[in-house]
């Protein structure tokens, strides 16, 4: 049987188009992907989500929102979506576990994921001292020794409002030239918080089971290598969107991130939609995650009754 819609990711978005659509009698269908609940779940404190004046934490705060989507009618479905066509309606949902949806409409919410160093140590220590997002944790290292990884303009920024709270933050770069822009390395050079550590490599995030303690890397000239404490690391290495699978059925940009219409969820093709990171390669946040997944909802709702056929 048809659905009427088909929601492929969960997260914020996900989970809040879950509850706008299911609010509004569509029966949605969720499909979990790899990390039900997206990288929040990783997370421990969040503090900057509305409505949590003492925080909540990342997990706790995503059952919720999923508990909140089922109690309105939203199914759920464990599973990954590995091929999607589009090329008529119903449009086919195929699943890795080889179940078959079709769907009068789609919401895209399956996220980017940030790329991870994938040295030892680096995974197990996510949420206890190793960070992705700035603007989510820098708050929790007031006063500590930090270090971020990469050399583009995210890293230059992430760097720059992590001085806000950090005693010290050094920048290491595995070359000896930034890819950032000039305007992000000058204002990340005048910043007198910020030190450098240029044509290294991370090798190993140390720990003492419960926090980072210290990353060691290698000189690459030299192919020494020491271990510089610090009681954080941010990896800014860029994200990649979660894409693939759509094998380039709808626009996107030049690295993935789909491009949606203005003022609009609404992407190339008509009947698919898109919230949350997957479209968003600037904020990355939550909340806007959260507030776009409620568009999407609404936009297929609107389109829905103008395709009642």
């Not at 969960?10 to 299911?22: D, N």
Request: net charge negative; hydrophobic share 40%; charged share 20%.
């Amino acid at each position: 049987m048809s659905e009427q819609v088909v929601i492929l990711g969960t997260g914020p978005a996900g989970y809040t188009a879950a509850v706008y659509a299911a609010r509004a009698n569509l029966n949605p269908i969720v499909v979990e992907g790899d990390e039900p609940g997206g990288q929040l779940m990783l997370t421990t404190e969040v503090e900057n989500f509305p409505g949590f004046p003492d925080g909540i934490l990342g997990p706790d705060l995503m059952d919720a929102m999923k508990k909140q989507a089922e109690r309105f009618g939203a199914k759920f479905v464990h599973g990954r979506a590995t091929a999607v066509d589009m090329a008529q309606r119903p449009f086919r949902v195929t699943l890795d576990n080889g179940t078959t949806y079709e769907s009068a409409a789609l919401i895209i919410s399956t996220g980017a994921s940030a790329k991870m160093l994938d040295i030892p140590g680096e995974a197990e220590m996510v949420g206890h001292g190793v960070s992705t997002c700035a603007t989510c944790d820098g708050f929790f290292f007031r006063n500590k020794r930090i270090i971020v990884v990469g050399g583009g303009d995210s890293a230059m920024e992430e760097a720059t409002f992590l001085t806000r709270y950090a005693s010290e933050v050094t920048i290491v770069h595995r070359r000896d030239t930034l890819r950032a822009s000039k305007v992000m390395q000058d204002r990340a050079h005048k910043n007198p918080k910020i030190k450098w550590l240029m044509n290294t490599s991370p090798v190993e995030v140390i720990n003492d089971n419960q926090r980072v303690t210290g990353l060691k890397v290698k000189h690459n000239d030299t192919g020494e290598t020491e271990v510089l404490s610090t009681e954080g690391l941010f990896v800014s290495i860029g994200h990649q969107p979660n894409t693939a699978f759509l094998e380039g059925q709808v626009e996107t940009n030049a690295v993935g991130y789909i491009i949606t219409k203005p003022d609009s969820t609404a992407t190339s093709v008509d009947g698919v939609f898109a919230c949350g990171d997957v479209a968003d390669p600037h904020y990355r946040q939550a909340i806007t995650a959260a507030g776009s997944g409620c568009k999407a909802a609404m936009d297929v709702e609107r389109w829905l009754e103008a395709h009642n056929d």
